[in-house]
């Protein structure tokens, strides 16, 4: 039987902090003693200078890096017969659903593979 493996993406100018229900979900997942792999994806806009909270929470210019963090999570963690769960709140629910398409056009990737590699297939 395979594990699960979920990737909770939290919307625009959320964290932890926020107390979400994506934040909320997350905290009851890492709680539980099922065998699963659980990653948290802070929101667009998230970050110690306010240059940051507002440019990238007006434009996503840290979209694709999340996007790769929540693919890379996945390539490293999977195993056939594991199931992928994936949610998002708000522009996280984009960054699921960006995910989703990576994994349908480019499949899972050999996890020995170099990020620089991830990079250039974004």
């Known amino acids: 039987m395979g ?3 979920v ?5 625009t100018w959320n964290n932890p902090n926020s107390q979400t229900n994506v934040f909320t979900l997350y905290k009851e997942l890492i709680e539980r003693d099922y065998e699963q792999h659980v990653l ?9 200078l306010a240059w940051n909270f507002i440019v990238d929470g007006a434009m ?3 979209l694709d890096n999340k996007i790769k963090e929540g693919y890379r999570f996945i390539v490293d963690h999977y195993h056939p017969d594991d199931d992928i769960w994936l949610f998002g709140f708000s522009r996280g629910a ?8 990576m994994l349908r056009n480019c ?3 050999n996890r020995e593979i170099n990020p620089d590699q991830i990079d250039k297939s974004v």
Not at 7 to 11: A, R, T
């Open 40 to 48: 948290y994806i802070d929101g667009i806009g998230i970050g110690e």
């Open 107 to 109: 499949g899972i990737l």
């Open 94 to 101: 984009y960054t699921a659903r960006c995910i989703a398409g």
């Open 3 to 5: 594990r699960n493996i």
């Open 60 to 62: 996503a210019l840290s």
């Open 7 to 11: 990737v909770m993406c939290d919307g």
